[in-house]
């Protein structure tokens, strides 16, 4: 009898350890998940940041040769600040909105520089033009790394056994980066 006893009492030890250590994994692995979304958010902040930097420039060249275009360059200015409100922020939908209406009014403004040649052949408006084309891509790609790590979490979140740690983790499925509709394209940069 106390055989027995003793087997029931190693299996039963045995258990509690699997169950214990199978617990601490999901917790990890789902806080770990969580971590790699914030951080991919935090990437698309300093690429939000960066873009919303170069519009004073921008908007400055600009102003020198189109000094009466002022809604639009208004336009960009409050956009622009919208975009670094939002950077600070914690919502998805919100970042991806200033972004949108950034990228919207940046487009007037290059559609206003079309009327400006010798705006066009300034060398400080095309090294802009550069940087912002360049900030675009940075951006675009920040994007997909975050929603290729909110990908990861939700199914972490969603499937098991994972989903039963999520509560015990304080970790959510989180929302995707997606533009507003209509606002699917970045602004257009000319050359």
């Given at each position: 009898?106390?055989?027995?006893?003793?087997?029931?009492?190693v299996?039963?030890?045995?258990?509690?350890?699997?169950a214990?250590?199978?617990g601490?994994?999901?917790?990890?692995?789902?806080?770990?998940?969580?971590i790699?979304?914030?951080?991919?958010?935090?990437?698309?902040?300093?690429?939000?940041?960066r873009?919303?930097?170069?519009i004073?420039?921008?908007?400055?060249?600009?102003?020198?040769?189109?000094?009466?275009?002022?809604?639009?360059?208004?336009?960009?200015?409050?956009?622009?600040?919208?975009?670094?409100?939002?950077?600070?922020?914690?919502?998805?939908?919100?970042?991806?909105?200033?972004?949108?209406?950034?990228?919207?009014?940046?487009g007037?403004?290059?559609?206003?520089?079309?009327?400006?040649?010798?705006?066009?052949?300034?060398?400080?408006?095309?090294a802009?033009?550069?940087e912002?084309a360049?900030t675009?891509?940075?951006?675009?790609?920040a994007?997909?790394?975050?929603?290729?790590?909110v990908?990861?979490l939700?199914?972490?979140?969603?499937?098991?056994?994972?989903?039963?740690?999520?509560?015990?983790?304080?970790?959510?499925?989180?929302?995707?980066?997606q533009?507003?509709?209509?606002?699917?394209?970045a602004?257009?940069?000319?050359?």
């Amino acid at each position: 009898m106390t055989t027995v006893l003793i087997i029931v009492l190693v299996v039963v030890i045995a258990l509690f350890i699997i169950a214990a250590l199978i617990g601490i994994v999901g917790f990890n692995k789902l806080r770990k998940a969580d971590i790699a979304c914030e951080e991919a958010m935090g990437g698309i902040d300093v690429q939000l940041t960066r873009r919303a930097d170069l519009i004073p420039n921008l908007v400055n060249t600009v102003k020198g040769y189109a000094a009466h275009e002022a809604g639009v360059l208004e336009a960009v200015t409050a956009a622009r600040a919208n975009v670094q409100h939002a950077a600070q922020g914690s919502s998805v939908a919100e970042k991806a909105a200033s972004d949108a209406q950034l990228g919207g009014a940046l487009g007037r403004l290059f559609a206003v520089a079309e009327n400006y040649p010798q705006l066009q052949a300034a060398p400080n408006f095309r090294a802009l033009q550069t940087e912002l084309a360049d900030t675009e891509n940075k951006l675009s790609f920040a994007r997909q790394y975050y929603n290729d790590a909110v990908s990861r979490l939700n199914q972490a979140v969603k499937t098991l056994p994972w989903m039963f740690f999520a509560p015990m983790s304080g970790v959510k499925a989180r929302e995707f980066y997606q533009a507003p509709a209509g606002h699917t394209q970045a602004p257009t940069v000319q050359f």
